[in-house]
């Protein structure tokens, strides 16, 4: 389990519709945030890539997400001294955990 549903629950206030909302969110936005974080790539823009990765990892950070939050803040870092050499494969795995949580999240709605 990737996701902290208890803290996540706990900043919320406890409001399922509010999770909802999050998860419908996440679930239509992070397919285009992980295209443009894959097209800063690249691109090879270190600002293009820390902003996709910032706007990503502002998304799943709704769910204390702590290894996909700890690896995108890494690509930021990475992109703001210009040493994204990892970065491709990084985004890999990036792209991999978004499936792993969305998954996560859409089981988590259907209350399995």
């Given at each position: ?52 990765a910032h706007r990503l990892k502002g998304l799943v950070s ?51």
């Open positions: 389990m990737m996701i902290d549903y208890e803290a996540t629950m706990k900043s919320i206030g406890n409001d399922r519709s509010l999770f909802e909302t999050l998860v419908q969110i996440f679930l239509e936005d992070y397919p285009a945030l992980l295209a443009d974080l894959g097209q800063a790539v690249k691109s090879e823009s270190n600002e293009a890539v820390y902003s996709a709704n769910f204390h997400t702590k290894e996909l939050v700890d690896i995108l803040a890494e690509i930021e870092v990475s992109a703001r001294s210009a040493q994204s050499t990892s970065t491709a494969v990084a985004v890999q795995n990036i792209s991999m955990l978004c499936t792993a949580m969305a998954n996560e999240l859409k089981s988590r709605l259907a209350g399995t």
